[in-house]
C-alpha cells in the first residue's frame, strides 16, 4: 500500500521539484495524488481526496498553510503534514501543531528523505491504532447488498472473492456482493485473515484442505463446497501462518 501524498505550494517549481523528489526517493511508499495551490484550495483538496500527507509550505496566497493545516486537522485528525519553508519563524507552532517534520527550503533531496522516513513511520503507527481500535469496536462488517446494508459476522466469513468489479463474501449460509474493494475489508479483518491471492482473502481458522490446481492452489473450508485460490508466491507462507490455527 501506497501513502497518499498532496503537495501545496503556489509556485509551480517547488511542486514540479517536490513531486520529483519524492518519485525518486519515495516512490515505493509515497504516491502523490493531487496539488494545491493556495491555503483554501488545500482545505477544499483535503476533503476531495483524502491524503495522507500534505507536503506544505507555509506563505501562501488567501490562506497561509500553517491556518490551513489548523483547519485540516479538524476534517481530519489523523491528517499527518510536513511544512516546506523558506522560513524559520513558523517552528514553533509547527512544533505546537504536531508536525512531522519541518523542513527548510531550498530543500536538500537526503534532508526530504528523511523527512519521509519519519512520516512513514508515524503513518504505520496510526494505521496499526486504528486497526486495532476497529476490531475492538468491529465484530461485524458492514456490507452494501442488494439495496440493503447488512452487518456480517467476521467470524462466519469463510473467504472473500473479488469477481469482476465487486467482491464477493463467502459465508456458510450466505453470498453477499458488494461494491467495496479488498482492502476495505482488510480494514475489518484480524490476523486469522490473509490476502492468499490478488483476487482472494482467506480465513485461516476455517481451512479444511489444500490442493494443487495446475500452477496454483485451491482451498477448502469446513461445510463448504465452493474453493478459494492461493498463489505459488504465497502458498509457503499460508502454510508456514497455518501452523498458529492448529
Known sequence: MKYRV???????????????MVEKVAGDAFEIIDEATDGEQLV???????????????????????????????????????????????????????????????????????????????????NTENKETKLKEYQRIPVRFNRSLYYVQVDDILFIEKSDRKAVIHTSYEQYSSPETLEYFMEYLDDKFVQSHRSFIINLERIS???????SYLVFFHGYEEPAQISKQN????????????
Open 44 to 126: 477544499e483538496k483535503v476533503i476531495l481526496s483524502e491524503p495522507d500527507l500534505v507536503l506544505c509550505d507555509i506563505e501562501m496566497p488567501k490562506q497561509k498553510g500553517n491556518e490551513a493545516i489548523r483547519a485540516c486537522k479538524e476534517i481530519n485528525a489523523d491528517l499527518q503534514f510536513i511544512f516546506t519553508t523558506a522560513y524559520d519563524t513558523f517552528a514553533v507552532e509547527a512544533f505546537n501543531l504536531n508536525a512531522v517534520d519541518y523542513v527548510m527550503k531550498p530543500i536538500q533531496i537526503n534532508r526530504l528523505l528523511l523527512s519521509l522516513e519519519r512520516a512513514k513511520k508515524v503513518l504505520r503507527q496510526l
Open 209 to 215: 484442505r489444500i490442493q494443487t490446481s495446475g500452477k
Open 6 to 20: 498532496l503537495i501545496a505550494d503556489d509556485q509551480d517549481a517547488s511542486r514540479k521539484l517536490l513531486r520529483q
Open 235 to 246: 502458498i509457503q507462507r499460508i502454510q508456514h501462518m497455518m501452523n498458529d490455527f492448529l
